[in-house]
């Protein structure tokens, strides 16, 4: 061993002179540590040593500390105010607790699969708060580039360039019409069902409704939009106050079923996608992974009902 390591100060020589100092004589900081009172002056002993600096001094059987000691003794409670706020904070993550969830999801997603999964979570997760951001794929993906979000659930005309994204869901759409309308009753619709009917649309800069328009020129039909709307939850409330059908996405179509519509499956190659994106240099933690298997459970029950 060189002399460099031997007179290294050590932090258990830190902790026994801080515990001398705060109780006052040696006899009191060894029943403290659990430890003999000649160990404890031992301890002191090298530590003064390896410090170079008279720390205390010996009189009648008392250890007085000197100034030196006394200005040593600030810093090292700064230390140790430090460490207990670190140990604090273990035991929050440990536990949980005043931890925040980020969740971004695009609408469609906030009016089907999110409500019943952050619902499942909260009662999983209670000391972590879930904060639910409800946005456009564009907005949100900004957000998870500036570590604003921890996940997000995006349309697939979101650009997930930068980002590590896989697909969530890709349904097949439905025509959703009111109970009384003649469709209600059909196993399936085609698009050539849909000649002159009136319709509700998506924004145009919807892949869906890209792909539906698609269809409808395939087969030679001019479709009669007499509406549009960017989210499909506000399709089905349109369509079930009589504007008319709606092609939409089926996991928001099944909420409005118990309300009076019907929701009948479209034959045609027109298909609603979601994908999941995080920010690539951010590590996922256990809350988040467990909420995206919620997220995929909530899927598959809606898919299996």
């Known amino acids: ?7 290294a100060i050590s932090a258990r020589q830190i902790e026994v002179f801080r515990m001398v100092m705060r109780l006052g004589s040696a006899r009191r900081a060894a029943e403290a540590l659990h430890i003999s009172q000649p160990a404890v002056t031992q301890i002191v002993l090298q530590f003064e040593k390896a410090a170079r600096l008279r720390l205390f001094d010996r009189s009648k059987g008392r250890m007085v500390p000197t100034p030196e000691a006394a200005s040593l003794m600030d810093e090292v ?11 604090r904070k273990v035991d929050q993550l440990r536990s949980h607790e005043d931890t925040v969830l980020r969740v971004g999801a695009m609408h469609a997603m906030a009016a089907s699969v999110m409500p019943s999964a952050v619902a499942n979570f909260i009662h999983s997760y209670p000391r972590i708060r879930c904060q639910l951001d409800v946005d456009s794929s564009q907005d949100l993906r900004e957000r998870l580039l500036q570590r604003e979000l921890d996940l997000a659930f995006m349309g697939d005309e979101a650009d997930t360039g930068g980002l590590t994204a896989s697909e969530f869901y890709s349904v ?12 209600a009753a059909r196993a399936k619709v085609g698009i050539e069902d849909l000649i002159d009917v009136p319709l509700i649309g998506l924004d145009t800069a919807d892949p869906a409704q890209h792909r539906l328009e698609a269809s409808f020129s395939e087969h030679g039909i001019e479709p009669r939009f007499v509406a549009t709307t960017p989210y499909s939850h506000t399709q089905c409330a349109l369509a079930m106050a009589g504007a008319g059908l709606a092609i939409t996405n089926p996991l928001v179509a099944r909420m409005y079923v118990a309300l009076g519509l019907r929701s009948v499956p479209l034959i045609a190659p027109v298909r609603f ?18 909420f995206v298997s919620l997220c995929r459970q909530r899927l598959a029950d809606l898919q299996g009902s």
């Not at 061993?1 to 007179?7: I, Q, R």
């Not at 097949?172 to 469709?183: D, E």
Request: proline share 8%.
């Open 273 to 290: 996608r979601a994908v999941l994106a995080f920010h690539p240099a951010q590590v996922q933690s256990t809350a988040a992974q467990q």
């Open 77 to 87: 409670e700064r230390v140790y105010v430090g460490l207990d706020a670190v140990q």
């Open 1 to 7: 061993m060189n002399a460099g390591t031997e007179n």
């Open 172 to 183: 097949p759409a439905v025509c959703v019409v009111p109970a009384m309308h003649p469709f």
